[in-house]
């Protein structure tokens, strides 16, 4: 059920993507320093010790962190695992506002997976919707030049951030799947750390391949110190407790058009801290990815 929107809750629903901005921004800063794997490990586990003392009802005996374990196992595969490593994998050769606005295109993913595993029926408004966003996401591809898509060469960022956002659409699905405690449900705290000791495994797994297949250092120094815990307080655990708060405000509907913030944001983050300036067809892409959304949601 959709609620009045206040300004608090208008508020908490804008501190999530703005934090997701940055930690897109902050991947592409240390992308030299981390390799993307061992920083996704590294985030995660800062992120279950901020965790643990907030969240440990789920650590009790019956909470069904050991009983649900293939639940949560797929749910942390698909979330920490998967979607977090290749987005900070695709970091590593595309800019953050290229990866944000092919993320934005999830709408698309959510309505195919939906539709092909789900058994969720699409609405003609939902097409028209999705017609918009993956033109939004292709003129992004292309680098606003309509003209080279017959002769496109995806670089592997933008690979790896599609793959990502398929992965997150699975994630989505399951986590609307009432299978959990009720009361670990009603904890977001709890809930998410049941998600993250799992994911945690899956993220291990990850950077052991990557350590056995290149010569991993880290460059420790001060500023990656502070980007590794920005990216587990800020997007990993304040972002999900301020969505959490705003989507029980205002209910999901509304809470959905504020993730189109996102890519917005990492615009005038990647000028601001990188010198990477938006072009053009930024701008019409988000414009396409936005108007897509709103009118799929008619």
């Not at 320093?33 to 061992?38: D, E, K, R, S």
């Not at 990557?210 to 815990?229: F, G, Q």
């Not at 209910?251 to 053009?280: D, I, W």
Request: aromatic fraction near 10%.
């Amino acid at each position: 059920m959709n609620r009045k929107l206040t300004a608090s809750t208008a508020l908490l629903l804008t501190i999530p993507p703005l934090l997701w901005a940055g930690n897109a921004i902050v991947g592409r800063l240390v992308r030299d320093a981390v390799p993307p794997m061992t920083l996704n490990l590294l985030r995660w586990a800062i992120a279950a010790l901020i965790l643990v003392p907030i969240g440990h009802a789920i650590l009790r005996p019956g909470s069904g962190l050991l009983k649900d374990w293939r639940r949560y196992s797929m749910l942390g595969l698909l979330s920490v695992g998967l979607y977090n490593s290749m987005q900070y994998l695709a970091l590593q050769t595309s800019t953050p506002i290229n990866v944000t606005l092919v993320a934005a295109g999830m709408p698309v993913w959510m309505l195919l997976v939906g539709a092909l595993f789900f058994g969720k029926p699409v609405r003609r408004s939902q097409l028209v919707g999705a017609v918009l966003s993956i033109a939004g996401v292709l003129l992004v591809l292309s680098r606003g030049e309509w003209r080279q898509l017959a002769a496109l060469r995806l670089v592997a960022g933008d690979v790896y951030m599609i793959l990502a956002t398929i992965s997150w659409s699975f994630y989505s699905w399951l986590l609307m799947q009432p299978k959990d405690n009720p009361e670990i449900r009603r904890d977001w705290a709890a809930f998410l750390l049941g998600q993250v000791v799992y994911g945690i495994m899956w993220s291990g797994v990850l950077a052991g391949v990557e350590w056995s297949v290149r010569d991993v250092h880290i460059d420790w120094s001060w500023p990656v110190a502070a980007a590794l815990l920005f990216v587990a307080i800020g997007p990993a655990v304040i972002a999900m407790g301020c969505w959490g708060a705003g989507v029980q405000r205002s209910g999901p509907t509304v809470a959905a058009f504020f993730t189109n913030l996102t890519p917005l944001f990492a615009a005038l983050m990647s000028s601001a801290f990188l010198g990477e300036l938006p072009h053009l067809y930024h701008i019409a892409a988000f414009a396409l990815i936005v108007g897509g959304i709103a009118w799929s949601s008619r």
